[in-house]
């Protein structure tokens, strides 16, 4: 996943995650989960995606909100073969920098493998190496490289994170 909009750093506004809540996704979150989606990539997700995987993944399709206001949000699925996706995972430009990506990603990964996800898996952007090294700390580990995956030509890497390494990351 590729920043498109970095602000200055003295721009972003230093939060503390005690204060975030992370919770399932609403329909009135859409307006807030489009914004964010527009500020961070170049590649961006129509609005029935984000509704069809709302409605299909209630459990799993999640926000980080702060005084009332969507900052955040990570969108997943799970495969027939039991695999989790990670299809989006964004944090406002604002709020980048507080450690909402990861509690984002902790609480869907917790929430994939409780469902019975056998493993998860995501595409990156090569070039994006903030998000790989967030993945890495994580437990996931590069399976591949997809050639020309995004509509620019930029390669991906697909990477995966099973449940035995996700234990590892945990009790660390």
Known sequence: MEDVARPEESM???????????????????PYIME???????????RGLFL?????NPETFLVAEYNAKVIGYVMEYL?????????????????????????????????????G???????VRVSNERAINLYRKLGFKIVKRIISYY????????????PEDWE???MA
């Open 79 to 115: 495969k027939p073969d039991m695999e989790g996706h990670i299809m989006s995972i964004a944090v406002h430009p604002d709020y980048r920098g507080n450690g909402i990506g990861k509690a984002l990603m902790v609480a869907v990964i917790d929430r994939l493998f409780k469902r």
């Open 168 to 170: 590892r990351v945990r």
């Open 52 to 56: 069809t995987f709302m409605e299909a």
């Open 151 to 162: 509509s620019d030509g930029e390669d991906a890497y697909y990477m995966i994170l099973r």
């Open 12 to 30: 972003r506004r230093k939060i503390p995650i005690s204060l975030v809540t992370i919770r399932k996704a609403r329909l009135f979150d859409i």
């Open 117 to 123: 996800a056998r493993w998860i898996g995501l595409e």
């Open 36 to 46: 964010i989606e527009r500020l961070s990539f170049r590649e961006k997700y129509p």
